[in-house]
């Protein structure tokens, strides 16, 4: 790597972060003057304080001038431009004057529409194994699904100060460096870089006690960003090139998982919110917040170890790396109530014994 290209990351990483460092201050006091706060309610919500939200609005003014000095244009750009722009304009709207999911959803998936058909970033076939799946006809609809995936991801593990900045963060490094290794310049080359800096700015005042929230506005945008950068990788789409992306954003991903499930098994509207996140289950032994984010921190930037692991021609190190971290994820899901209600299960096993006693 050049000295010249060393100067250029360091730049698209520090002008969005002092940027967004400096203009967050002005955003927290427009969001209160306009009501777009977060009110302590109890139940999931941990802060105690009045919150303002919005923070995403810096995130994604530091993306718009980091682009503005470091970007080209094109007409994938342009795609990404509206429909960053569209994701922004719904969460504000829902910071404001909280909107349905099927509000929401139609603003996300307008936005989606837009990069898939107007941006032409389509995942058009996935080879595995030898195997080449083409997806013609479905092409534009399981890029879609990718896309709404990622948003919803980021959005859903949204509930403690720090943690969707901070996952975002460990995959728009892990991308950045993946590209610099690949030997990469292009458009998510810079994306990547820009969006590092933006989200780092804005865990200035994030993370725990939190001054701002980022809001709908920020999780969704960050999650479209993160969509758009790794659909501008999928140049040849191999199993494992589309895999490398998600395995960094392996606990919001398993954490959406597992709420789909959770609810499912309950028969509970997937799209409610509730307590049982990953988060709230470390949060119920007794860990403080801070102390949370980094276990949490720590486990998604050792699956993005294992990318960049794998990247550098050592797949069996990183199949290992894998293996060993999604064993542990699923031991703790195993012992908490992140799927299965534990103290449910054990009152039917002493039941059922109890019922095996009688009868013997």
């Known amino acids: 790597m050049t000295q010249e290209m060393i100067v250029k990351i360091i730049g698209m990483i520090a002008v969005p972060f002092l940027f967004v460092v400096s203009i967050i201050p002005c955003i927290r006091k427009i969001a209160f003057q306009i ?10 919500h941990l802060h105690k304080d009045i919150t303002p939200k919005m923070g995403g609005l810096g ?15 094109s007409s994938v750009m342009n795609a990404v431009l509206i429909g960053s722009f569209l994701v922004i304009l ?43 799946i083409e997806f013609g006809f479905f092409a534009p609809f399981v890029t879609l699904f990718f896309i709404l995936g990622c948003i919803n991801c980021i959005n859903l ?29 292009g458009l998510d080359f810079v994306l990547a870089f820009v969006m590092l800096g933006s989200t780092l700015g804005f865990l200035v005042y994030n993370f725990h006690p939190a001054m701002i929230f980022v809001g709908d506005c920020g999780s969704n945008f960050m999650g479209f960003m993160i969509s758009v950068i790794a659909l501008l990788g999928f140049k040849n ?15 919001p991903i398993l954490d959406t998982l597992f709420a789909i ?3 499912a098994l309950k028969h509970k509207p997937l799209f409610k919110a509730d307590a049982f996140h990953i988060h709230h289950q470390l949060l119920n032994r ?3 917040v801070r102390t949370t984010v980094l276990i949490i921190y720590i486990i998604d930037a050792l699956f993005a170890f294992a990318s960049i692991v794998y990247v550098l021609n050592d797949a069996k190190l990183g199949y290992i790396i894998y293996g060993i971290l999604l064993f542990i ?32």
Do not use: C, W
């Open 329 to 360: 994820v699923f031991v703790f899901v195993a012992k908490t109530n992140i799927v299965f209600d534990q103290e449910e299960i054990k009152k039917k096993i002493q039941e059922k014994t109890k019922n095996f006693k009688k009868k013997s």
């Open 59 to 73: 995130i994604f003014l530091g993306f718009l001038l980091g682009y503005m000095l470091f970007g080209t244009h």
């Open 157 to 185: 593990i949204d509930g403690v100060d720090g943690l969707s900045g901070g996952i975002s963060s460990i995959y728009f490094f892990t991308t950045g460096i993946i590209a610099v290794i690949q030997q990469k310049s």
């Open 261 to 263: 499930l959770r609810r």
């Open 237 to 251: 789409v191999t199993l494992t090139s589309l895999f490398i992306p998600l395995l960094i954003l392996a606990i």
């Open 90 to 132: 719904t969460g504000i709207i829902d910071d404001i004057t909280e909107l349905t999911s099927l509000q929401q959803f139609i603003g996300q998936l307008g936005a989606a529409l837009v990069l898939v058909f107007y941006g032409g970033l389509l995942i058009n076939e996935l080879t595995a194994f030898g195997i080449k």
């Open 286 to 288: 007794n860990l403080s």
């Open 35 to 44: 009501n777009a706060v977060d009110k302590p309610r109890g139940g999931r």
